[in-house]
């Protein structure tokens, strides 16, 4: 983990970002590993954020009905939908 993350992880809207460069890494690895480790974050969703971009996992996206991206600029790159922020959470 420490190889592909580089600096410190933040929690916003429900949202754990991570700084790290897509391209090198997965969010749902990440996730996954993070879910073993403590058991109540289940509820979060690994977002990167790399370059300027949020990069959150597109397959989490299409799950919650895409009603979150609703409004913002967006691009798929990787498995990925691209951002310049994040959007608001579910709640």
Known sequence: MNSVISG???V??????????PSRT???LIEKVL????????QKVVVLKWGGNYYLPQEKILRSGNK???GLKQELWRGYVKVKE???SEE
């Open 8 to 10: 410190e992880a933040e």
């Open 12 to 21: 916003r809207n429900n949202y754990f970002v991570v700084r790290a460069d």
């Open 26 to 28: 997965s969010a749902t």
């Open 35 to 42: 879910v073993g480790v403590f058991k109540d974050f289940s």
């Open 68 to 70: 979150l991206m609703k």
């Open 86 to 88: 994040i959007p608001a």
